[in-house]
Nanobody
Framework: QVQLVESGGGLVQPGGSLRLSCAAS????????MSWYRQAPGKERELVAQITAAGGSQNFADSVKGRFTISRDNAKNTVYLQMNSLKPEDTAVYYCNAKVLTRRWTDYWGQGTQVTVSS
């Protein structure tokens, strides 16, 4: 079955960096775009970044443009989110997402990884 496992979260000071990873299994990873979402306490889950199946195109939320990058390694079935110049408002649980066609299009989510930006 489809599994997404995030890692790399933690506590970081403002201005610092973190790299999140999402290891995927159970589907043909190289055929699908991937996304990162985040959810802060008391807020709705929001889209942070997306990358196409081959990695040639990316989209970012306005709030992270110029600070975050998304990349993927199709040989390792892994998507990454590099987060630089982190701000306290980036504090959230970050989720990896894949929309996979099995019998129908289905959203799959990882368990999430906590990112806390604080001094």
């Amino acid at each position: 079955q489809v599994q997404l496992v995030e890692s790399g979260g933690g506590l970081v000071q403002p201005g610092g960096s973190l790299r999140l990873s999402c290891a995927a299994s159970g589907f043909t990873f190289s055929n699908y775009g991937m996304s990162w979402y985040r959810q802060a306490p008391g807020k709705e889950r929001e889209l942070v970044a997306q990358i196409t199946a081959a990695g040639g195109s990316q989209n970012f939320a306005d709030s992270v443009k110029g600070r975050f990058t998304i990349s993927r390694d199709n040989a390792k079935n892994t998507v990454y989110l590099q987060m630089n110049s982190l701000k306290p408002e980036d504090t959230a649980v970050y989720y990896c997402n894949a929309k996979v066609l099995t019998r129908r299009w289905t959203d799959y989510w990882g368990q999430g990884t906590q990112v806390t930006v604080s001094s």
